[in-house]
Structure formats: structure tokens, C-alpha cells
């Protein structure tokens, strides 16, 4: 069973540009959620979608948005790089949509974004 | 408002050794405990969760964490450190209302000599 897969994996962007980032969950699942990390803030959670809905979102400005497909599938994206949005970018599923108690999550291995 | 504090930025110990990280929470409500492990160019990894019950949790790859209420506390430990147990380990922190939003910390960075 194919894990949780992100592209691209890697991807160098300048400031001004926007960036989309795609994330196909594991077969099944249903919620996908979308992470930022980076050396100086760590992990931090930016939003949750379960069945084309955002259900969560974490205090990031409005440049970042995401979106879920019918097939499960997300993209995320930012508009206006700077460069603190250089990150690893990562996405989890999960197969339940009610939250971390019945659901685990599994990530996928990121896409790396550098903004110049 | 909820927080994660792991202290140690960098662990180094010798192979067969045993090992101790440290979790530190802030939760108003009930709280969800998570360890997550993070090779090089990897996605995170599922150690152990606590959500209620026994404190003693058993995870895969032979760890272990013990959910301390009075101290705040989600420690995880191994008996004996293999090599291969060279990583980055989170500690995060959820809850009910909180759906799959977790609050991680900022990691704690193994080593492992031989």
C-alpha cells in the first residue's frame, strides 16, 4: 500500500513567486492535514481537510491556502513567497476524519521549498 | 494555551545504552500525547500515543513513554539505544477539539556513538 506522497519534492522559488504544493493521501483516507517546518519554529500546523472541507486552521497569514479534492487529494498554496516560507512542507492523512484519538496520522516525506 | 517543551535540543549516548527524552506539556483539557521519530529526508514516524489509562505506554521499535499528570510530563525512554535509533524525536500534544491540529515541540536531536 503506496504511502502518503508529496510533490515535488524539492523546489526553489523567489520572493514575490507563488507555489503549489500536492498531496495524494494513502489509499482510503479521507482527511489531510498540511505542516510547516522549519529550524527556527519547529512543526507547526497549518490547516486540516476532511471530504473537500476545511475543518482546522493554524495562525498563518492568508497567503497560505489549501484545498481538497473530491478524490481525496490536496494541494496547498502560497502567494507572495518571502523568505521565511523556506520550510519542509509536510502532509498527513488519516483515515478517519474525528480527530487524533481514532485516527493516526501518517505523513508523507515533504517537499522542501527554498525561496531566494 | 498549549505548548510542548522538549529541553534538550542534542542527546548523545553510546550504543546500549539506555535513553530518556524529555516532554514537558501545557493542555487545558485532556491531553493527547504523541511521540513521532524523524530520519534525515524523512516524514515523521508514530512512536507511542497516551490518551487515557494505564501511564505506561509501549510503542514500536522498543520505547516506551510514562504520562505523568502531577509533572506535566510524557518522557520517552528505551532500555538499550541502538545506532540505528539516530533521529530527530518530537513530542506533541492534542486534544478532542483539536482534531488532527497538533502542537509538537521542537525536537530533540540523537546521536549515538559506538
Known amino acids: 500500500k503506496a504511502g502518503v506522497t508529496q510533490t515535488p519534492r524539492y523546489l526553489i522559488k523567489t520572493r514575490g513567486q507563488q507555489v503549489t504544493l500536492s498531496c495524494s493521501p494513502i489509499?482510503?483516507?479521507?482527511?489531510v492535514s498540511w505542516y510547516q517546518q522549519t529550524p527556527g519554529q519547529g512543526l507547526q500546523f497549518l490547516f486540516e481537510y476532511f471530504s473537500e472541507t476545511q475543518r482546522n486552521k493554524g495562525n498563518f497569514p492568508g497567503r497560505f491556502s489549501g484545498r481538497q479534492f473530491s478524490n481525496s487529494r490536496s494541494e496547498m498554496n502560497v502567494s507572495t513567497l518571502e523568505l521565511g516560507d523556506s520550510a519542509l512542507y509536510l502532509c498527513a492523512s488519516s483515515l478517519a476524519g474525528t480527530g487524533v484519538r481514532t485516527g493516526e496520522l501518517f505523513f508523507g516525506e515533504g517537499s522542501r521549498l527554498t525561496v531566494l | 494555551a498549549q505548548s510542548v517543551t522538549q529541553p534538550d535540543i542534542h542527546i548523545t549516548v553510546s550504543e546500549g545504552a539506555s535513553l530518556e527524552l524529555r516532554c514537558n506539556y501545557s493542555y487545558g483539557a485532556t491531553p493527547y500525547l504523541f511521540w513521532y521519530v524523524q530520519s534525515p529526508g524523512q516524514g515523521l514516524q508514530l512512536l507511542l500515543k497516551y490518551f487515557s489509562g494505564d501511564t505506561l505506554v509501549q510503542g514500536i521499535k522498543g520505547f516506551e513513554a510514562e504520562f505523568k499528570r502531577s509533572q506535566s510530563s510524557f518522557n520517552l525512554r528505551k532500555p538499550s539505544v541502538h545506532w540505528s535509533d539516530a533521529a530527530e524525536y518530537f513530542c506533541a500534544v492534542g486534544g478532542d477539539n483539536s482534531g488532527y491540529a497538533l502542537n509538537f515541540g521542537k525536537g530533540t536531536s540523537l546521536l549515538v556513538t559506538p
Open positions: 489509499s482510503g483516507h479521507r482527511s
